[in-house]
């Protein structure tokens, strides 16, 4: 089972940037399909941005589009989330996951190994 940890979140204010990092065992960050998803109280999982093995990259335009980018570092097995100009409603727990390469980036049942999730709130 492959162990992935979240650090970086906060309490910040609206317009305020954090980044979200994701530490993954050796080797998994350059071979899988990467992805964080958020989950606000009351509400289901939404799917955030995701990153192939080819540093392809995908994102929830409609939620995040132009202020949250996904990124990672092969050597240090780590995928990033910076955030930018936070808004009240990106207040969420955020998660990152692991899927195995060509699955369906944006759905969760794609992702078989999650991490504990990060808690990020922004105040108005």
């Known amino acids: 089972q492959k162990q992935l940890v979240e650090s970086g979140g906060g309490l910040v204010q609206a317009g305020d940037s954090l980044r979200l990092s994701c530490a993954a065992p050796a080797r998994a960050v350059a071979w899988y399909t990467m992805g964080w998803f958020r989950q606000a109280p009351g509400k289901e999982r939404e799917f955030v941005a995701a990153i192939a093995r080819s540093g392809h990259s995908a994102y929830n335009d409609e939620a995040v589009k132009g202020r949250f980018t996904i990124s990672k570092d092969n050597a240090k097995s780590t995928v990033y989330l910076q955030m930018n100009n936070l808004h009240p409603e990106d207040t969420a727990v955020y998660y990152c996951?692991?899927?195995?390469?060509?699955?369906?980036?944006?759905?969760?049942?794609?992702?078989?190994?999650w991490g504990q999730g990060t808690q990020v709130t922004v105040s108005s």
């Open positions: 996951a692991a899927a195995q390469p060509g699955s369906a980036a944006r759905l969760h049942g794609s992702y078989d190994n």
